[in-house]
């Protein structure tokens, strides 16, 4: 159980704590635009601003898997699959892996990308 209550824990810490970041960041991002103006030298030179966009992207695909794990396991189950269908009832916990690990491989190649395309 104590295992199991750390990982809800942190999930739900994770979630809160990513949003307060992105509000955080976009808060910043819009006081910047209104006070210097962001440019494209702005964007490309500010080790800073390409960090914390960094970061903004990471906890993005952390906030999205969590958020998509928890529609998974609520929707993905053999009581809700096997209400429509008793195959998809019994493939349920097949189908819940695949999608896991889906959004596992996108979530990975859609940061790899920004983060290739911010520092290079």
């Not at 964007?43 to 969590?66: D, M, P, Q, W």
């Amino acid at each position: 159980m104590g295992d199991a209550m750390k990982s809800g824990r942190l999930t739900w810490y994770l979630q809160r704590y990513s949003a307060i970041y992105f509000i955080t960041f976009l808060v910043y991002l819009e006081y910047t635009f209104w006070t210097s103006g962001i440019t494209f030298q702005f964007l490309n030179s500010n080790n800073l601003f390409k960090a914390s966009l960094s970061i903004f992207i990471l906890l993005a695909c952390v906030h999205a898997y969590i958020g998509l794990w928890t529609v998974g396991t609520d929707y993905l189950t053999k009581r809700t699959l096997g209400f429509i269908s008793s195959g998809l009832g019994a493939s349920a916990n097949t189908l819940r892996k695949i999608y896991e690990y889906i959004f596992i491989l996108l979530g990975v190649l859609i940061a790899a990308m920004y983060i290739l395309i911010i520092w290079f």
